[in-house]
């Protein structure tokens, strides 16, 4: 899963967590490290939310809030987001 909007070539793939809270709600929590075009480590952003799966097991919304920081561990902006995917076979 990956949360945010900036090209892979300059972040990390986003890694996490996910927690079930109760039925078809689930909490996550991930984090991805961004870098410039030359490479150079510029911070991160971490993602968290809830989820809602539906019935079928297949579809998921829910909102989420990022929070961006800088290489000094300093937060830049904090976001909100709505995560939604879908299972797909191959």
Same mark, same amino acid.
Request: proline share 4%; with cysteine.
């Given at each position: &899963?990956?949360? +945010? +909007?900036?090209? @892979?070539?300059? #972040?990390?793939?986003? !890694? /996490?967590?996910? #927690?079930?809270?109760?039925?078809? *709600?689930?909490?996550? #929590? &991930?984090?991805?490290? +961004?870098?410039? =075009?030359?490479? %150079?480590? *510029?911070?991160?952003?971490?993602? @968290? =939310? !809830?989820?809602? %799966?539906? @019935?079928? =097991?297949? $579809?998921? +919304? /829910?909102?989420?809030?990022? !929070?961006?920081?800088?290489?000094? /561990?300093?937060? $830049?902006?904090? $976001?909100?987001?709505? @995560?939604? =995917?879908? #299972?797909? !076979?191959?």
């Amino acid at each position: &899963m990956d949360g +945010t +909007t900036t090209p @892979s070539a300059v #972040r990390t793939p986003a !890694e /996490g967590v996910w #927690r079930h809270i109760a039925d078809n *709600t689930n909490a996550f #929590r &991930m984090k991805s490290f +961004t870098f410039n =075009g030359q490479n %150079v480590f *510029t911070g991160w952003s971490i993602i @968290s =939310g !809830e989820l809602t %799966v539906d @019935s079928t =097991g297949d $579809l998921f +919304t /829910g909102p989420a809030t990022v !929070e961006v920081y800088d290489p000094n /561990g300093v937060l $830049l902006a904090t $976001l909100c987001a709505e @995560s939604s =995917g879908a #299972r797909f !076979e191959l």
